[in-house]
């Protein structure tokens, strides 16, 4: 069965500081990955997908992610926080079309 | 651009009372997935139409059930609700050509901006 796991429930940072949110997956094929991102009371927006197409993948924001098949993980990174990325982040394997989240993260920003 | 719709955006309802749950896909988008999110947590798949007919189904509760119309948007009725049953419902819509070629499931799926039922 497929899977990902978020480490860190909740993760502080700076502004202008470097962001990191992890994420490790478990799949017995060759997955299919996102990153999304949730505002307080909104629904989810993709922020990008890994497709095996490249293992570096830039998404919108500023955000992007490195798929790496030896460590088994899809990190999200940014290299400098605003105070509007100050959100709920869900990373997510796609099982037969479907998504399977992980438990997510709560990135707040401080000024 | 067009987004994907639900209503109603907010419903109240007593224990052991009905409610239907409707989701508008964007437009040529033949694929709609449901999503509950309690709080606190991470959205869990309920169940999935591609074409009208379920593709899918997760941990969906007997009491509730689901379906796609001609004009793909899709309801869910949830009867008997329960407190528990109070959450974030999400829907979500995609072209699911996939599906049927045998390509890979990953197509973007546009979410709504949920439905929050509160159970009382």
């Known amino acids: 069965a497929q899977s990902v796991t978020q480490l860190g429930s909740h993760v502080s940072v700076s502004e202008g500081a470097l962001v990191l949110l992890r994420c490790n997956y478990s799949?017995?094929?060759?997955?299919?990955l996102f990153w999304y991102v949730q505002y307080p009371n909104q629904g989810l927006q993709l922020l990008l997908k890994?497709?095996?197409?490249?293992?570096l993948v830039k998404g919108i924001n500023g955000f992007e992610a490195e798929f790496k098949k030896s460590e088994t993980s899809f990190h999200l990174t940014k290299p400098s926080a605003h105070m509007s990325d100050a959100a709920e982040y869900f990373c997510?394997?796609?099982?037969?079309?479907?998504?399977?989240f992980g438990q997510g993260t709560e990135l707040s920003v401080k000024p | 651009a067009a987004g994907v719709i639900q209503s109603p955006r907010h419903l109240i309802k007593e224990k052991r009372e009905t409610a239907t749950l409707k989701c508008y896909p964007i437009?040529?988008?033949?694929?709609v997935y449901w999503y509950q999110q309690g709080p606190g947590q991470d959205p869990q798949f309920l169940i999935s139409f591609y074409e009208k007919m379920q593709s899918d189904k997760g941990s969906i509760p007997d009491r509730f059930s689901a379906q796609q119309f001609s004009d793909y948007h899709s309801e869910l009725n949830m009867s008997s609700l329960e407190l528990g049953d109070s959450a974030l419902y999400f829907c979500a819509s995609t072209s699911g050509g996939t599906l049927r070629t045998g390509t890979p499931y990953y197509n973007e799926q546009f979410f709504g901006p949920g439905t929050r039922l509160t159970v009382l």
């Open positions: 997510a394997v796609s099982h037969g079309g479907k998504l399977i």
């Open positions: 799949s017995s094929v060759p997955p299919y």
């Open positions: 890994y497709t095996s197409a490249a293992t």
């Open positions: 437009p040529r988008h033949d694929t």
